[in-house]
């Protein structure tokens, strides 16, 4: 009989990006896209979020952001070294810009842009950079479907100005 190892971090991934999901679904619930965020330092959640940006009128109210003023008020510290951020979907330039602020150490996100918008391609363009790769440790595709399918229900929804069905 063959014994199958896992890597305890995979499913650390998949426990925490599961958490994201509902987190996003919340967020879906309140009529905001459905993006949801985990910070976790030493396998334990200090931060999180989902979008708040029509709540509180505020276009900085991403998942990310939230999630990691948490963290930065709970561990009482902007620098959250050795953390990890969790997040349904890529973040944008800003929430990147925040995550370096505050060397966040891994990044795990569930699905990426689909649109050709310029702001994602330019968010492409950044990811690929090999400073920022190297100062990220990045983990993509957890989850993908699910939260690409959160999205893609919710922007349909909508477009079509369908009620959320599954409220």
Avoid at 24 to 30: G, I, L, N, S
Avoid at 52 to 69: G, L, S, W
Avoid at 97 to 111: E, W
Wanted: hydrophobic residues 40%; positive net charge; glycine residues 4%.
């Amino acid at each position: 009989m063959k014994i199958i190892k896992y890597n305890n971090l995979f499913f650390n991934d998949i426990k925490w990006m599961y958490y994201c999901i509902l987190l996003a679904e919340y967020a879906r619930k309140q009529g905001e896209v459905p993006v949801g965020a985990v910070l976790v330092y030493n396998n334990n959640m200090i931060g999180m979020g989902y979008n708040n940006v029509i709540k509180f009128n505020d276009p900085t109210a991403h998942a990310e952001i939230i999630a990691i003023r948490q963290g930065s008020n709970k561990v009482g510290n902007y620098r959250l070294l050795n953390s990890v951020l969790y997040v349904t979907l890529k973040p944008c330039l800003m929430c990147i810009g925040t995550i370096l602020n505050a060397r966040i150490k891994k990044l795990v996100f569930g699905t990426e842009y689909t649109s050709s918008h310029i702001l994602n391609k330019l968010t492409n363009m950044i990811y690929n950079n090999y400073y920022i790769t190297n100062l990220i440790n990045s983990v993509s595709n957890v989850f993908s479907k699910i939260c690409s399918i959160q999205l893609k229900y919710f922007f349909y929804c909508k477009r079509n100005k369908i009620i959320n069905l599954l409220l």
